[in-house]
Protein backbone atom coordinates (compact mmCIF):
# COMPACT_ATOMS: atom_id res chain seq x y z
CA UNK A 1 0.00 0.00 0.00
CA UNK A 2 0.83 3.80 -0.84
CA UNK A 3 -0.40 6.34 2.00
CA UNK A 4 0.30 10.10 1.77
CA UNK A 5 -0.44 12.08 4.35
CA UNK A 6 -0.18 16.12 4.61
CA UNK A 7 2.23 15.62 1.71
CA UNK A 8 4.12 19.27 1.11
CA UNK A 9 6.99 20.20 -1.33
CA UNK A 10 9.08 23.21 -1.48
CA UNK A 11 11.92 23.17 -3.82
CA UNK A 12 14.55 25.05 -3.45
CA UNK A 13 13.82 27.80 -5.62
CA UNK A 14 10.56 28.25 -2.95
CA UNK A 15 8.46 26.94 -5.78
CA UNK A 16 5.85 24.64 -3.61
CA UNK A 17 4.85 22.00 -6.25
CA UNK A 18 2.32 19.80 -3.52
CA UNK A 19 0.68 21.67 -0.32
CA UNK A 20 -0.71 19.05 1.55
CA UNK A 21 -1.61 15.80 -0.12
CA UNK A 22 -3.51 12.98 1.33
CA UNK A 23 -4.04 9.65 -0.32
CA UNK A 24 -4.52 5.80 -0.14
CA UNK A 25 -3.18 3.73 -2.74
CA UNK A 26 -3.87 -0.19 -2.35
CA UNK A 27 -2.03 -2.86 -3.68
CA UNK A 28 -3.33 -3.99 -7.47
CA UNK A 29 -4.62 -0.32 -8.28
CA UNK A 30 -4.53 1.09 -11.75
CA UNK A 31 -4.57 5.35 -10.72
CA UNK A 32 -3.86 8.12 -13.40
CA UNK A 33 -2.40 10.95 -12.32
CA UNK A 34 -4.08 13.59 -14.35
CA UNK A 35 -4.18 17.98 -13.88
CA UNK A 36 -2.06 20.82 -16.13
CA UNK A 37 1.13 21.24 -16.47
CA UNK A 38 3.21 21.94 -13.75
CA UNK A 39 0.13 20.83 -11.35
CA UNK A 40 2.37 18.59 -9.32
CA UNK A 41 2.21 15.36 -10.96
CA UNK A 42 6.09 14.31 -11.91
CA UNK A 43 6.95 15.94 -8.25
CA UNK A 44 4.19 13.18 -6.81
CA UNK A 45 5.76 10.81 -8.84
CA UNK A 46 8.93 11.61 -7.67
CA UNK A 47 8.24 11.27 -3.84
CA UNK A 48 7.00 7.48 -4.51
CA UNK A 49 10.30 6.38 -5.64
CA UNK A 50 12.38 8.93 -3.30
CA UNK A 51 13.53 11.10 -6.18
CA UNK A 52 12.29 13.75 -4.55
CA UNK A 53 11.90 14.36 -0.33
CA UNK A 54 9.02 15.77 1.07
CA UNK A 55 9.49 19.03 2.74
CA UNK A 56 6.93 17.99 5.43
CA UNK A 57 4.33 14.95 5.78
CA UNK A 58 4.75 11.36 5.65
CA UNK A 59 4.75 8.98 2.99
CA UNK A 60 4.82 5.01 3.47
CA UNK A 61 5.29 2.33 0.52
CA UNK A 62 5.28 -1.23 0.99
CA UNK A 63 5.18 -0.56 5.05
CA UNK A 64 8.89 1.68 4.00
CA UNK A 65 8.35 5.17 5.56
CA UNK A 66 10.24 7.29 3.28
CA UNK A 67 10.84 10.55 5.21
CA UNK A 68 13.08 8.49 7.17
CA UNK A 69 14.16 6.13 4.65
CA UNK A 70 18.38 6.27 5.21
CA UNK A 71 20.18 6.69 1.69
CA UNK A 72 21.46 3.16 1.87
CA UNK A 73 17.49 1.38 1.83
CA UNK A 74 16.71 3.48 -1.12
CA UNK A 75 18.24 0.45 -3.83
CA UNK A 76 15.41 -1.59 -1.53
CA UNK A 77 12.94 0.66 -2.25
CA UNK A 78 13.90 0.62 -5.83
CA UNK A 79 13.62 -2.92 -6.07
CA UNK A 80 9.88 -2.75 -5.38
CA UNK A 81 9.46 -0.32 -7.60
CA UNK A 82 9.22 -0.17 -11.40
CA UNK A 83 9.56 3.28 -13.08
CA UNK A 84 8.54 4.07 -16.78
CA UNK A 85 9.75 7.81 -18.58
CA UNK A 86 8.18 9.45 -21.15
CA UNK A 87 11.44 9.29 -22.87
CA UNK A 88 12.31 5.88 -22.16
CA UNK A 89 15.76 6.46 -20.39
CA UNK A 90 17.47 3.33 -22.15
CA UNK A 91 21.37 3.35 -21.72
CA UNK A 92 22.31 4.16 -24.97
CA UNK A 93 25.40 2.11 -25.16
CA UNK A 94 23.93 -1.07 -23.65
CA UNK A 95 22.40 -3.25 -25.57
CA UNK A 96 18.33 -4.30 -25.43
CA UNK A 97 19.47 -7.69 -23.08
CA UNK A 98 21.78 -5.77 -21.28
CA UNK A 99 19.58 -2.60 -20.51
CA UNK A 100 16.97 -5.28 -18.70
CA UNK A 101 19.98 -7.36 -17.23
CA UNK A 102 21.66 -4.56 -15.84
CA UNK A 103 18.45 -3.98 -13.42
CA UNK A 104 19.13 -7.74 -12.29
CA UNK A 105 22.55 -8.33 -12.08
CA UNK A 106 22.76 -5.23 -9.38
CA UNK A 107 21.17 -7.36 -7.20
CA UNK A 108 23.54 -10.84 -7.35
CA UNK A 109 20.98 -12.89 -9.45
CA UNK A 110 22.93 -15.80 -11.10
CA UNK A 111 23.39 -15.79 -14.91
CA UNK A 112 21.06 -18.32 -15.57
CA UNK A 113 18.73 -16.71 -13.91
CA UNK A 114 18.99 -13.80 -15.35
CA UNK A 115 18.90 -15.12 -18.86
CA UNK A 116 15.81 -16.55 -17.75
CA UNK A 117 14.01 -13.60 -16.65
CA UNK A 118 15.18 -11.30 -19.28
CA UNK A 119 13.97 -13.44 -21.95
CA UNK A 120 10.80 -13.69 -20.43
CA UNK A 121 10.13 -10.03 -20.15
CA UNK A 122 11.43 -9.57 -23.38
CA UNK A 123 8.66 -12.13 -24.58
CA UNK A 124 5.94 -10.98 -22.56
CA UNK A 125 6.76 -7.27 -24.55
CA UNK A 126 7.01 -8.97 -28.10
CA UNK A 127 10.52 -8.50 -28.50
CA UNK A 128 12.25 -11.29 -27.79
CA UNK A 129 14.10 -11.09 -31.19
CA UNK A 130 15.41 -7.75 -30.76
CA UNK A 131 17.55 -8.36 -27.39
CA UNK A 132 21.22 -7.97 -29.34
CA UNK A 133 19.98 -4.42 -31.05
CA UNK A 134 20.57 -1.09 -29.37
CA UNK A 135 18.31 1.43 -28.20
CA UNK A 136 18.64 3.69 -30.87
CA UNK A 137 18.50 1.09 -33.23
CA UNK A 138 14.39 0.58 -32.24
CA UNK A 139 11.02 2.71 -32.91
CA UNK A 140 10.21 4.82 -30.04
CA UNK A 141 7.10 2.18 -29.07
CA UNK A 142 9.99 -0.47 -28.93
CA UNK A 143 12.26 1.55 -27.12
CA UNK A 144 8.99 1.97 -24.44
CA UNK A 145 8.56 -1.98 -24.76
CA UNK A 146 11.78 -2.33 -23.76
CA UNK A 147 11.22 -0.08 -20.97
CA UNK A 148 8.27 -1.66 -19.77
CA UNK A 149 9.68 -5.07 -19.66
CA UNK A 150 13.31 -3.55 -17.68
CA UNK A 151 10.66 -2.07 -14.92
CA UNK A 152 8.71 -5.01 -14.34
CA UNK A 153 12.37 -7.65 -14.91
CA UNK A 154 12.24 -7.64 -10.45
CA UNK A 155 8.76 -7.99 -10.37
CA UNK A 156 8.45 -4.84 -8.22
CA UNK A 157 4.85 -4.44 -6.08
CA UNK A 158 4.25 -1.01 -8.27
CA UNK A 159 5.10 0.32 -11.78
CA UNK A 160 5.06 4.54 -11.83
CA UNK A 161 5.14 5.77 -15.38
CA UNK A 162 5.20 9.45 -15.78
CA UNK A 163 4.20 10.13 -19.14
CA UNK A 164 4.61 7.00 -20.80
CA UNK A 165 2.42 7.65 -24.27
CA UNK A 166 4.17 10.99 -24.35
CA UNK A 167 6.15 10.73 -26.81
CA UNK A 168 4.36 8.10 -29.02
CA UNK A 169 2.11 8.07 -31.79
CA UNK A 170 -1.65 7.08 -30.60
CA UNK A 171 -1.61 3.52 -32.12
CA UNK A 172 1.39 2.76 -30.98
CA UNK A 173 0.17 3.87 -27.19
CA UNK A 174 -2.88 1.91 -27.25
CA UNK A 175 -0.23 -1.10 -27.57
CA UNK A 176 1.49 0.40 -24.30
CA UNK A 177 -1.42 0.67 -22.51
CA UNK A 178 -2.16 -2.87 -23.32
CA UNK A 179 1.23 -3.73 -21.44
CA UNK A 180 0.13 -1.69 -18.95
CA UNK A 181 -3.24 -3.56 -18.45
CA UNK A 182 -1.47 -7.35 -18.68
CA UNK A 183 0.79 -5.88 -15.64
CA UNK A 184 -1.43 -5.00 -13.82
CA UNK A 185 -4.05 -8.27 -14.71
CA UNK A 186 -0.98 -9.68 -12.29
CA UNK A 187 -1.48 -7.79 -9.10
CA UNK A 188 1.11 -4.76 -9.84
CA UNK A 189 0.01 -1.64 -8.70
CA UNK A 190 0.20 0.89 -11.50
CA UNK A 191 0.32 4.78 -11.11
CA UNK A 192 0.50 6.87 -14.15
CA UNK A 193 0.62 10.27 -14.89
CA UNK A 194 -0.98 11.08 -18.41
CA UNK A 195 -1.91 14.35 -20.85
CA UNK A 196 -3.65 11.13 -22.82
CA UNK A 197 -7.41 12.32 -22.59
CA UNK A 198 -8.57 9.29 -25.19
CA UNK A 199 -6.98 6.69 -23.20
CA UNK A 200 -7.80 8.05 -19.37
CA UNK A 201 -11.43 7.92 -21.10
CA UNK A 202 -11.43 4.86 -22.62
CA UNK A 203 -9.53 2.60 -20.43
CA UNK A 204 -11.50 3.40 -17.09
CA UNK A 205 -9.35 3.40 -13.66
CA UNK A 206 -9.29 5.43 -10.41
CA UNK A 207 -8.59 9.27 -11.44
CA UNK A 208 -6.72 11.25 -9.58
CA UNK A 209 -6.67 14.76 -10.68
CA UNK A 210 -3.96 17.57 -8.92
CA UNK A 211 -4.10 21.64 -9.17
CA UNK A 212 -1.97 23.47 -7.80
CA UNK A 213 -0.33 20.89 -5.68
CA UNK A 214 -3.26 19.60 -4.06
CA UNK A 215 -5.52 16.29 -5.01
CA UNK A 216 -8.78 18.44 -6.19
CA UNK A 217 -10.55 15.06 -7.83
CA UNK A 218 -9.93 11.42 -6.76
CA UNK A 219 -13.08 9.08 -8.67
CA UNK A 220 -12.78 5.38 -9.13
CA UNK A 221 -13.16 5.13 -13.08
CA UNK A 222 -13.29 8.68 -13.98
CA UNK A 223 -12.78 10.38 -16.85
CA UNK A 224 -9.77 12.77 -17.40
CA UNK A 225 -12.24 15.89 -16.69
CA UNK A 226 -10.37 18.61 -18.81
CA UNK A 227 -11.72 20.17 -22.24
CA UNK A 228 -9.31 19.94 -25.04
N1 LIG B 1 13.61 20.26 -9.47
C1 LIG B 1 12.80 21.32 -9.37
N2 LIG B 1 13.23 22.46 -8.82
C2 LIG B 1 12.42 23.52 -8.70
N3 LIG B 1 11.13 23.56 -9.09
C3 LIG B 1 10.64 22.45 -9.64
C4 LIG B 1 11.43 21.27 -9.82
N4 LIG B 1 10.66 20.32 -10.40
C5 LIG B 1 9.45 20.88 -10.58
N5 LIG B 1 9.43 22.15 -10.13
C6 LIG B 1 8.28 23.06 -10.13
O1 LIG B 1 7.22 22.43 -9.40
C7 LIG B 1 5.97 22.65 -10.04
C8 LIG B 1 5.33 21.31 -10.36
O2 LIG B 1 6.11 20.64 -11.34
P1 LIG B 1 5.81 19.16 -11.83
O3 LIG B 1 6.92 18.76 -12.76
O4 LIG B 1 5.57 18.29 -10.65
O5 LIG B 1 4.45 19.37 -12.64
P2 LIG B 1 3.64 18.40 -13.61
O6 LIG B 1 2.24 18.43 -13.14
O7 LIG B 1 4.31 17.08 -13.69
O8 LIG B 1 3.74 19.14 -15.00
P3 LIG B 1 3.79 18.56 -16.51
O9 LIG B 1 2.43 18.05 -16.80
O10 LIG B 1 4.13 19.77 -17.33
O11 LIG B 1 4.85 17.50 -16.54
C9 LIG B 1 6.26 23.50 -11.26
O12 LIG B 1 5.99 24.85 -10.92
C10 LIG B 1 7.73 23.29 -11.52
O13 LIG B 1 8.32 24.45 -12.10
Redesign the pocket.
Known sequence: MIQLKNVYKK???G?V?LNGVNLEINQGEFVYVV????????????MIYRE?KPSAGQIMVNGLSLAKLKSKRVPYLRRQIGVVFQDFKLLPRLTVYENIAFALEVIETSPAAIRRRVMEVLQMVGLEHKAKMLPAELSGGEQQRIAIARSIVNIPKVVIA??PTGNLDPDTSWEIMRLFEQINARGTTIIM?T?NREVVNAIRHRVIA?ED?LVVRDVAGGDYGYEA
Not at 35 to 46: D, E, L, N, Q, R
Open positions: YPNISGPSGAGKSTFIKEDEAHIG
